[in-house]
């Protein structure tokens, strides 16, 4: 790979291969025997690997050298071979990977416990890792790994060695206990500060603990001024007819890999009992997070992403839609012009989210969306399967009510669930259907919801589709092709003001208004200064904003929300408050009225609200606006 790889990590999550010994073992390798000879007796298996690992997505292959220094070496007679064993493996890496991945070397621990050794024993532990990394720098890998080490102090050890030997980049990983411990007792703050102090380059977690464990511990890891790797295994393994299997499957493995990407993470890749598929759903992670593609057998996402829209100049955002219109009037005359609060509906847009039945009868919706419009709302929200359920097509919710009610809506475009061909497909019946207020969004995986083993399809992510519309709206699909005439959406997108990766938000945010986004629907909020931090932070951006709101019903709702919903962060004060309140009646008031502080400190500077009523509770949307004219039913 001629890109250099720190510079790369800084701009883009880069996505590293899997388990090479599990793949190995399940291919017919006894584990009773060296797995790193495997590189002189069955090359054309491991490289096979290595393919299999970059055909899923992998853009750093490591090579397989774990366990092949002199010490573990010499277990089984082969000590004499280390020099070969780590030529070959470094070869079967860069066969396998060509020029489009980077090579790390990977070194592992000695197998010993530094803190019961002498001196003489830990001067040969050392002198095993030099060794080792000066024959894998003979042969220019572009990355050195130190993996699975239990004990800081080993650690320790191989990286300053290590750094007095090269300046290229170190990742160190450490391996660490149910406790969040390493086994000489190191908590992740302490190991991520002193391994960036010993000269390691990347630092994280690997092994052990599974996804959801290693989550746990580089959660702790970010925000230190490290960069974070985190590679866990495929949970714990179970036995079964004689066999290990590890029970975390690839969506499983999936849905944390993008986890860790929004945490900040920016090395992630698999441990024992993860596969090609495996990675396959990290990759796709990272794609959704960065709108690239890293897989070279499918070219279609570059080709889409990267095209500069031609054609027709698009029809100015005010004549697009109603709610266009009315948006940028607010936005003109308000916000920009006075930066007052709203005295009436007529100087304030509100979108409520209505969402599609799981069946087929859509009364209860039509009936909340007619209440909502007698009351003053502009537009419902529609979500495109929600927390990825199973619901009736929210294009068909759309369309009955703008036929009953002649009302408009904001409809969510997810590319979770089609295909390029699908999407492009959609948004033309939805322009022709009149359905022309677009929120573009990325989509939540399968397994989060009623079908944990569907497919997810991830062509594009929101700024991919945005990138579509923008064509579309210029008269041109994605390859280019004239339509016969403009489309005229008015598209939208979401944007995380509490986002972990705070800048990495802000910059795709900027993306996704550089591609035709003219709204922003926030994330819902708790904390003002988050807000306002955020309103300042995108002012320059010159784009109306919609703030998002979900009033809180109770104190579990408070604590489900802050612990198991990604990107929802709740602030302790405002937890404690609805203790107190726990539930019922007062916890849905207190709920309410947290709401309301949220939007007043921030109510000058934003066109209008979004908002999100738990539990189908469409009423407690207007008791929100209350204060600004809207007129709650009795």
Known sequence: MTENFLDALDQRPIVVDGAMGTQLY????FINRSLEETVLSQPALVQRVHEEYVAAGAEMLQTHTFAANRSKLQRHGLENHLEELNVRAVELARAAGGQSVWVAGTIGPSGKAPGVL???????????????????????????????????????????????????????QLAFDAEQRSADGADPERATRLLASWGADVVGANCVEGPGGVYNVVERMVG????????????????????????????????????????GVRLVGGCCGTSPEHIRRAADAARMMTGADTRPRQNLQI????RTPVGLEPVPVDDRTPLAAKVQRVYRERVKGNQKAPTSPEDFVVSVEVNPPPGLIPTKAINAARMLRDHG?????????????????????????????EMDSILHVCARDRNLLGLQSDLLADHVLGLRNLVMITGDPPKLGDYP??????????????????????????????????????????????????????????E?????????????????????????????????ILVGLLPLASHRNAEFLHNEVPGMKIPEAIRERMKQADKGPAARALG??????????????????????????????????????????A
């Open 26 to 29: 399940e291919r017919g390798i």
């Open 118 to 172: 002498s001196d003489e024993e830990l001067e040969e532990i050392e002198q095993g890792f030099i060794e080792q990394a000066n024959i894998l720098l003979g042969c220019d890998v572009d990355v050195l790994v130190l993996e699975t080490f239990r004990f800081l102090s080993e650690m320790k050890l191989a990286l300053k060695a290590l750094r007095k030997l090269t300046k290229k980049p170190i990742v160190a």
């Open 224 to 263: 230190l001024g490290a960069r974070i790797s985190a590679s866990p295994n495929a949970g714990y393994p179970r036995r079964q007819d004689d066999r290990l299997i590890y029970m975390a499957n690839p969506e499983y493995f999936g849905v944390f890999a993008r986890r860790f990407f929004k945490l």
């Open 303 to 306: 080709t889409v992403q990267e």
């Open 377 to 405: 709302v502009d537009v419902i929200n529609i979500a495109d399967g929600p927390r990825a359920s199973v619901r009736m097509s929210n294009q068909a919710l759309a369309l009955l009510v703008r036929q009953e009610l």
């Open 453 to 510: 083993h569907a497919t997810a399809v991830f062509d594009l992510d929101s700024i991919g589709l945005l990138r579509m519309v923008e064509g579309l709206n210029r008269g041109v699909d994605p390859a280019g092709r004239e339509i016969g005439k403009r489309t005229q959406f008015f598209a939208a997108c979401g944007a995380e003001p509490a986002a972990l990766d705070y800048d990495r938000e802000l910059r795709r945010l900027e």
């Open 512 to 544: 996704k208004i550089e591609h035709g986004a003219a709204l922003v629907m926030t994330q819902p909020v708790y904390d003002p200064s988050i807000l306002e931090r955020f309103l300042d932070d995108t002012a320059h951006l010159d784009v109306p």
């Open 592 to 633: 309410v009225k947290i709401a309301q502080e949220a939007l007043a400190s921030v109510v000058h500077r934003v066109v209008g609200a979004y908002i999100m009523p738990p539990f189908g509770r469409y009423q407690a949307a207007l008791e929100i606006l209350e204060p600004y004219g809207y007129e709650v039913p």
